[in-house]
T-cell receptor, first 114, second 113 residues
Framework: GAGVSQTPSNKVTEKGKYVELRCDPI?????LYWYRQSLGQGPEFLIY????????DSGLPNDRFFAVRPEGSVSTLKIQRTERGDSAVYLC????????????FGPGTRLTVL | GNSVTQMEGPVTLSEEAFLTINCTYT??????LFWYVQYPGEGLQLLLK?????DKGSNKGFEATYRKETTSFHLEKGSVQVSDSAVYFC????????????FGKGTLLTVNP
C-alpha cells in the first residue's frame, strides 16, 4: 500500500515568509509525528497527534511553529516569519496508534530559508 | 533526558567486510531500541528493533542485541554489500507513556566493490 507522503519535496522561501508543509499518513494510522532533521544530525521530535488533537507539542521550538490535523488524517505544519535557522528537512511519520507500533517515515520536505 | 550516542562516521568498508556500528544510550526505565536506515534519496526505514533486555533484532543480515548492562545496541553485519551503503540511525523510545523517538546523529556507511 501507499506509504507516508509529504509535499512539497523541496521548498525555498525568503526570510520572514510563511510556509506550509503537508503530510499524508498511511491510511488508517491514527498517530502522526513531525520531526526536524538538521544537516548532520538525527531527526528531532516536534509534535505528536493522536487523531485530531495534538497530544504533545513540546518539541516545537517556538510559537512561530504550529501544526494541525483537522480530520485526523492529513496534517499541515505551519511556520510563520521563517528564519534562516529553520532550514532543515522536516519529516513526518505515522503509526497505527498504539505506542508499541512502528513509526513509518515519509521522504521529508527540505526547507531552505534564504 | 533520553539520549543516544552512536559511532561517528563516515565508515568505509570493502564488500564482504564485517560491520559494527556502535550505539549507546541514556534513558530511565526500559526503553525500546531501534535501528533506522536511510538509503540515498529515500526516507527513513526501520531496519530492526528490540523492545526488552537481551532481545536480538535482526533483518537483512543485520543484527543488534539490547544490552541493558552496558546500555548498548550495536549494529553488526557479517558481510556487507555495496547496496548496504546508507546512513544508519540508532534510536530509542522511552518507557511508559513516552512515544517520541530520540535519534543519534547517524553514521554514513560506504561499501566499495
Amino acid at each position: 500500500g501507499a506509504g507516508v507522503s509529504q509535499t512539497p519535496s523541496n521548498k525555498v522561501t525568503e526570510k520572514g515568509k510563511y510556509v506550509e508543509l503537508r503530510c499524508d499518513p498511511i491510511s488508517g494510522h491514527t498517530a502522526l509525528y513531525w520531526y526536524r532533521q538538521s544537516l548532520g544530525q538525527g531527526p528531532e521530535f516536534l509534535i505528536y497527534f493522536q487523531g485530531t488533537g495534538a497530544a504533545d507539542d513540546s518539541g516545537l521550538p517556538n510559537d512561530r511553529f504550529f501544526a494541525v490535523r483537522p480530520e485526523g488524517s492529513v496534517s499541515t505544519l505551519k511556520i510563520q516569519r521563517t528564519e534562516r535557522g529553520d532550514s532543515a528537512v522536516y519529516l513526518c511519520a505515522s503509526s497505527l496508534g498504539d505506542r508499541a507500533d512502528t513509526q513509518y517515515f515519509g521522504p521529508g520536505t527540505r526547507l531552505t530559508v534564504l | 533526558g533520553n539520549s543516544v550516542t552512536q559511532m561517528e562516521g563516515p565508515v568505509t568498508l570493502s564488500e564482504e567486510a564485517f560491520l559494527t556500528i556502535n550505539c549507546t544510550y541514556t534513558a530511565t526505565g526500559y526503553p525500546s531500541l531501534f535501528w533506522y536506515v536511510q538509503y540515498p534519496g529515500e526516507g527513513l526505514q526501520l531496519l530492526l528493533k528490540a523492545t526488552k533486555a537481551d532481545d536480538k533484532g535482526s533483518n537483512k543480515g543485520f543484527e543488534a542485541t539490547y544490552r541493558k548492562e552496558t546500555t548498548s545496541f550495536h549494529l553488526e553485519k557479517g558481510s556487507v554489500q555495496v547496496s548496504d551503503s546508507a546512513v544508519y540511525f540508532c534510536a530509542l523510545r522511552g518507557s511508559g507513556s513516552n512515544y517520541k523517538l530520540t535519534f543519534g546523529k547517524g553514521t554514513l556507511l560506504t561499501v566499495n566493490p
